[in-house]
């Protein structure tokens, strides 16, 4: 391990947040430093945002000591409903059951898939420790919020004493050692990467409220997936009301070009959603106001940026992860825990090497599998619902049907989504 490392990290988010603790305590010689433009006493616990945490996220955030604080306003994952609204051949022709796939916890043998809890949740207690973290070693660690960086610069060996190194602009340029880049944004709002596409496709978000559906409380903690004509929508389960009524958070995607949902009033949405969802899910009774985002893909072929041409020494020491690497769709909302993922696998590979470029080439290779597999498989579930082609709704269903009969694959399945590709 270099023992005078220095490290910024940009971007206070869960991902930036979460590389920070884990290098703070795997690297106890290196410098770090955590920028982020908002101010440290923003209360971020209160943004409502809705993530999906697979199981080795929650695993990541209990080595770090702060699930304890996430958990109380978390609901755990305890199964997964797939299925499609449109009618499949098994169900016209066949006169069978629409297809369905349920993923339960206890058939695979663990307590449960992950979490669902809000982005405040989350970040709220991940700021908390590194503050903690901060006034404890305020010689090696940092937490320069309101400080925006402007720019970063890869800097070649002749310019930083033989080592290389990178300069961060933040309103005065200082040098580090390494860079690593966590803060992403929405897709709308992102310069465009090496690999992009837009999908024509709004995410409508929001919560509703749920009476129990057909299968009662035996499928409380459930998350539903339900392809439908324009898209997929999926309910994510929220803490329950004050009344004890059932929540959900609602992911709502259609087609930009042809939108079924900007003009509609919330009760004709409410209405609507009613008619689309399995009946497992239950009568939805109240729905909050809706936000809506653009949907596609953005994302770099490398998570270490490259050096221009011409320059000396191959590669740069500016590293790229989470949104800032990869913006994917949210069919499979796994787009934290991959970058989570990211940054366990740096930090990992920081403490196995004397050498940051090796270790750097390393985890390039190391996480090529995990993020391409996510990248083209999400691409192409969202390119699919833009598909006209015939027998395609039959196929999904027949991919549905076989999937729930096999356990084997159900099992691998799961263990995807849990841990991503090892």
Known sequence: MTPDLSLAVVGAGPVG?????????????????????R?????????????????????????LGVWPQIAPNSVPIAAVHVSQQQPSMLASVLRLPEPELLLTAQDCGVDRFGAVASYGAIVAPLQAAWLAAVAAEPGRLAARFATPVAALKSLPPAESGGSGGVEVDAGIAERFDLAVVAEGGVFALQARKSLTHDYRQTAWVGQVTLQPGAAGPALAGTAYERFTPHGPAALLPLPPAENGARRAALVWCVDADDDPVQDLTDMQRLALLNTMFHERVGRLTAITPLKRFALGLNAERTLVEGR???????????????????????????????????????????????????????????????????????????????????????????????????????????????????
Do not use: C, Y
């Open 17 to 37: 947040l979460t590389l920070a603790l884990h290098a703070a305590r795997a690297l106890p010689a290196a410098r770090i430093s955590v920028f982020d433009s």
């Open 39 to 63: 101010p440290a006493e923003l209360d971020v616990s209160r943004d409502p945002r809705t993530l999906a945490l697979a199981l080795g996220s929650v695993q990541e955030f209990e080595r």
């Open 308 to 422: 221009k041409q011409g320059e000396a020494g191959g590669r740069g020491r500016v590293v790229r992860i989470g949104n800032a690497a990869q913006t994917l769709h949210p069919v499979a909302g796994q787009g934290l825990n991959l970058g989570l993922r990211d940054a366990h696998a740096l930090v990992a590979s920081l403490q196995r090497s004397p050498d940051i470029d090796t270790a750097l080439q390393r985890v390039e290779w190391q996480r090529a599998p995990d993020r391409w597999t996510l990248i083209a498989a999400t691409d192409f579930l969202a390119r699919s619902f833009t598909w006209r082609l015939p027998g395609l709704t039959s196929a999904r269903g027949l991919g549905l049907a076989g999937l729930q009969l096999l356990s084997p694959a159900k099992r691998l399945l799961a263990r995807q989504m849990m841990f991503g590709w090892r």
